[in-house]
């Protein structure tokens, strides 16, 4: 996926996934929201590696990763997001390190 893709999708679904920092913990940027969901969705990784590799609480990887899943199905149902075809995961996830 280019990077123009991914802040493309940013830009569609952030203003419905951004979230307001409380006293308890600050909220997670929409940008890293779309960033879980693309990694669960284009790998076979757990959750369990993504709350790692994104150092985020297991209950906001799940929450997160379905929410923006849902919208993702809601507001883009008629619309095409090209992605290239990337034919190594290893080149995702240097993709993601490299944000």
Same mark, same amino acid.
Do not use: W
């Given at each position: 996926?280019?990077?123009?893709?991914?802040?493309?999708? #940013?830009?569609?679904?952030?203003?419905?996934?951004?979230?307001?920092?409380?006293?308890?913990?600050?909220?997670?940027?929409?940008?890293?929201? #779309?960033?879980? #969901?693309?990694?669960?969705?284009?790998?076979?990784?757990?959750?369990?590696?993504?709350?790692?590799?994104?150092?985020?609480?297991?209950?906001?990887?799940?929450?997160?990763? *379905?929410?923006?899943?849902?919208?993702?199905?809601?507001?883009?149902a008629?619309?095409?997001? *090209?992605?290239?075809?990337?034919?190594?995961?290893?080149?995702?996830i240097?993709?993601?390190?490299?944000?």
């Open positions: 996926m280019t990077r123009e893709t991914f802040y493309h999708i #940013v830009l569609i679904l952030g203003l419905q996934i951004e979230r307001q920092d409380t006293n308890m913990r600050q909220a997670i940027l929409p940008d890293k929201r #779309v960033e879980m #969901v693309i990694m669960k969705l284009a790998t076979l990784s757990s959750l369990l590696y993504i709350v790692n590799q994104f150092s985020v609480a297991p209950c906001m990887a799940r929450v997160g990763t *379905c929410e923006v899943c849902q919208l993702l199905q809601d507001i883009t008629n619309k095409f997001i *090209c992605l290239e075809i990337i034919r190594y995961p290893k080149e995702i240097e993709g993601f390190n490299a944000m």
